[in-house]
């Protein structure tokens, strides 16, 4: 018997099919697509008696139903294809008086086809449009024993195949992108200053972007292609080792060129992420400094400046895209060549009789080159798959590389041991307690005797003949000796350059000195760890950052677990309670833009307000 199956790709196809081979049939393969009269054609010319299709496709077999000579019509309705679960076969069941009952299978195998197409009696039913010969299927409950997944058609896999990167791809991104950031903040203050803003920012997005193309696009088409031609290659080890190797030298000239072209467009490609960071940092810059731009009617010099940094990012993409697009159509034209090239090489190789050396043992004859030159040019057309792929590929590449630069940069370091505790005082020592007494003091733990000492915090700040240098080998403070007592203030005046704002990063570690000492309360501020120290010290930076989020928000970063109230009592310490209170929606207003729509005044006060709430000791 021959049956057509006239099914979309479904997971009913393979059933079909696969009930269709297991009854000893001949299944003929139909695209339900076809225009009627080359369906008509195709199913006549296969001499199919038995057709399996769906519902939606009846009205259309329906009208050639006398043109294709059909002895028994099988249709299944799209609903019941559609609900059926991807991991296990089911089997069929036939519709009989109105119900639908279960067509008998022995346990694991379905019931044999050519029995279920000679017994029609078994599929006899009612239906709207008279006809003896039509019945409706659909699936059941049960299986046929199959193990899981073996229905899956080539849709299917594919589908589950793109799925399957899609969650590896956005998997891996989201965690190389959380890895990035917890490095970024682990980084000194150091590698800020040194690096624009907008060229950090791009390794989060285009570098990023890069990745995922090489991930999610390239390497799946690259496995595939290497599958396919390695296989192919084995098929001709098979069938001739005189051939392969014709092939081989053809593929060696192909891998050299891709390596000459491909070396030169991964150079550009490098260069193409390294000028885009570039530009983006220029445009952040000049989106920070609009205001000033403006100002001093700046607009064509900072226009002349990105048409520099943009032309230079287009003369690296121009270069690299050159290169990387020139490599297909090579390769292409040398797969042509190697065609004819094995085309000679066959039929000298059989007018000079020469012995076939092969696996399969088979001699050189027309059905073994025939053959070759299909898989040739399949082999060939792999490696030119590959080279479609380069570009993505190198760019990969080039953001990868980007973004372990990041991940590789040392954090900062902190060798510090001494901890800041909050204390009371019972019987004349201080005691560590969780209350909050608004008592601190430095807890310095001794490794020699394993006892821990309290000193207690009173705001003793001493600089004895410091030096610095933003670069090791350029000192700019040199023997700089000052101090702060308890309860005194002191303000640093000097003319711009002089190094006010320095010895502020200083007292903070945010730098660390050449020479000379820094003590608090006697404690050299080495021992200190960073954080404990910074905790220690309400600071109120000469550049105000406010972020995205309401008043009280940006007030609360000073001490996350400060409640509304406590962030309303600092605002009116430090006069800010009056504006922030003819705010539209006052301290829940959402500020954004680094508090854009607040003046520099009003931002300054948040500032000493957010210091306020931290409630530090210094």
Not at 207 to 221: A, K, N
Not at 367 to 375: G, R, T, Y
Not at 445 to 460: E, I, K, M, S
Request: hydrophobic share 40%; proline share 3%; with cysteine.
């Amino acid at each position: 018997d021959r049956v057509s199956i006239m099914l979309p790709n479904l997971p009913q196809t393979f059933i079909a099919f696969w009930g269709v081979m297991k009854a000893g049939a001949v299944a003929v393969m139909t695209n339900p697509l076809y225009m009627e009269s080359e369906l008509t054609h195709q199913i006549k010319d296969s001499g199919a008696k038995h057709l399996i299709t769906l519902d939606i496709f009846w009205p259309k077999i329906a009208a050639l139903r006398e043109q294709l000579e059909l002895d028994v019509c099988y249709v299944t309705r799209v609903r019941d294809a559609l609900k059926f679960p991807l991991s296990w076969l089911q089997p069929f069941s036939a519709r009989r008086q109105g119900t639908w009952v279960p067509v008998p299978f022995d346990g694991k195998e379905v019931v044999a086809w050519k029995d279920l197409f000679k017994t029609t009696e078994r599929l006899s039913v009612e239906v709207t449009d008279a006809h003896e010969t039509i019945a409706l299927l659909q699936y059941t409950g049960g299986t046929t024993g199959l193990s899981k997944g073996a229905m899956l058609t080539h849709a299917n896999l594919l589908a589950n195949l793109t799925q399957l990167m899609a969650i590896i791809t956005q998997g891996a991104l989201k965690k190389l992108r959380e890895k990035m950031f917890n490095t970024m903040q682990g980084l000194p203050i150091k590698y800020f200053d040194q690096n624009n803003h907008g060229d950090i920012m791009s390794h989060y997005t285009n570098d990023i972007d890069t990745l995922r193309q090489m991930i999610s696009q390239s390497f799946p088409q690259l496995l595939t292609t290497v599958i396919t031609s390695l296989t192919v290659f084995c098929i001709m080890i098979y069938y001739s080792v005189w051939l392969a190797l014709v092939v081989v030298a053809g593929v060696a000239v192909m891998l050299l060129i891709t390596k000459k072209i491909g070396g030169s467009s991964a150079r550009h490609f490098i260069r193409q992420q390294q000028a885009l960071g570039k530009e983006e940092g220029f445009i952040e810059e000049m989106i920070n400094g609009q205001k000033v731009v403006k100002v001093f009617c700046h607009e064509e010099e900072s226009k002349a400046d990105f048409d520099k940094i943009n032309d230079l990012l287009f003369t690296e993409s121009e270069t690299a895209n050159k290169y990387a697009n020139t490599l297909g159509p090579i390769l292409n034209n040398i797969g042509n060549v190697l065609y004819v090239v094995v085309a000679l090489a066959g039929g000298l190789l059989l007018l000079s009789g020469v012995p076939n050396l092969s696996i399969s043992g088979l001699s050189l004859s027309i059905s073994v080159v025939v053959p070759f030159l299909n898989m040739t040019k399949q082999f060939s057309g792999g490696i030119g798959q590959v080279s479609h792929q380069i570009n993505a590929v190198v760019m990969g590449i080039a953001g990868a590389e980007r973004i372990f630069a990041l991940l590789d940069q040392q954090p900062e370091a902190d060798s510090g041991y001494v901890t800041l505790a909050q204390v009371k005082e019972e019987n004349g020592m201080l005691v560590e307690t969780k209350e909050r007494t608004h008592m601190w003091a430095w807890k310095h733990p001794h490794q020699a005797d394993g006892t821990v000492t309290y000193t207690r915090l009173t705001g003793d700040v001493r600089m004895v003949d410091v030096d610095f240098g933003y670069e090791k080998n350029k000192i700019v403070l040199h023997n700089i000796t000052l101090y702060a007592e308890p309860g005194q203030k002191v303000a640093f005046v000097g003319a711009t350059g002089a190094g006010k704002t320095t010895i502020t990063n200083l007292l903070n570690r945010f730098y660390d000195i050449a020479d000379g000492k820094i003590r608090y309360d006697g404690i050299n501020i080495n021992k200190i760890k960073k954080s404990d120290l910074r905790r220690a010290i309400g600071i109120v930076l000469q550049d105000t950052n406010l972020f995205t989020g309401t008043v009280l928000d940006n007030i609360r970063y000073g001490r996350l677990d400060a409640s509304d109230e406590d962030c309303i009592s600092a605002a009116e310490r430090v006069g800010a309670d009056d504006f922030i209170s003819r705010l539209p929606e006052g301290y829940h207003t959402l500020l954004t833009g680094n508090g854009a729509n607040l003046s520099q005044g009003q931002r300054q006060l948040l500032a000493i307000a957010r210091a306020s709430v931290a409630d530090p000791p210094v």
